[in-house]
T-cell receptor, first 111, second 114 residues
Framework: GQQVQQSPASLVLQEGENAELQCNFS?????MQWFYQRPGGSLVSLFY???GTKHSGRLTSTTVIKERRSSLHISSSQTTDSGTYLC?????????????FGKGAKLTVSP | GPKVLQIPSHQIIDMGQMVTLNCDPV?????FYWYKQILGQQMEFLVN????????KSKLFKDQFSVERPDGSYFTLKIQPTALEDSAVYFC????????????FGPGTRLTVL
């Protein structure tokens, strides 16, 4: 089954509002990464966050291993934040490393 | 930050032809990956590679797929022969080590099989 559940699947905001994107996982965790995927498809790495809270400008990522969740908070959203946000889980495994991606959260910010 | 490059950015080929996708990973990285994303769908793991060997591959990594990194040059994904369902964006990634190390992604190669 799906090991990484992202919610919401889509979100529409007015400029200036905050966004909270969630990622829940069903397996043990090595690390969590958050990406922004541009409409053209290229990826922008936002956070590498195996645990705890990290900040970058208007973005905050929090990973709570015991609760098997990670969140991405966008404060004071801007129209340029529109796009798809992906979380990716690296599981604990013995045969090398691989990321399992969520289905993505499509954010639309209106002026 | 560290950059992963992919060449070409777009490739259009006829079904049945061979295609090679090239990845220039971060210079001191030792672990390499390919991921596949069909338009509008989820990103999926294909294969990882270390020390000249495939460590793990997914069910999407068909027999027609192969990877190599000859003499520390490009890390390549070869598809021979191609099929219509191979149309997708292929992302290369690299990491310094595996097991809780950040993976750095390239911009992707959009492959269209006609």
């Amino acid at each position: 089954g799906q090991q990484v559940q992202q919610s919401p699947a889509s979100l529409v905001l007015q400029e200036g509002e905050n966004a909270e994107l969630q990622c829940n996982f069903s397996t043990s965790l090595n690390s969590m990464q958050w990406f922004y995927q541009r409409p053209g498809g290229s990826l922008v790495s936002l956070f590498y966050n195996p645990s705890g809270t990290k900040h970058s400008g208007r973005l905050t990522s929090t990973t709570v291993i015991k609760e098997r969740r990670s969140s991405l908070h966008i404060s004071s959203s801007q129209t340029t934040d529109s796009g798809t946000y992906l979380c990716a889980l690296e599981r604990e495994e013995g045969t090398g490393s691989k990321l399992s991606f969520g289905k993505g959260a499509k954010l639309t910010v209106s002026p | 930050g560290p950059k992963v490059l992919q060449i070409p950015s777009h490739q259009i080929i006829d079904m049945g032809q061979m295609v090679t996708l090239n990845c220039d990973p971060v210079s001191n990285h030792l672990y390499f990956y390919w991921y596949k994303q069909i338009l509008g769908q989820q990103m999926e793991f294909l294969v990882n590679f270390y020390n000249g060997k495939v460590m793990e591959k997914s069910k999407l990594f068909k027999d027609q797929f192969s990877v190599e990194r000859p003499d520390g040059s490009y890390f390549t994904l070869k598809i021979q022969p191609t099929a219509l369902e191979d149309s997708a964006v292929y992302f290369c990634a690299s990491s310094h080590n595996w097991g809780a190390y950040e993976q750095y992604f390239g911009p992707g190669t959009r492959l269209t099989v006609l």
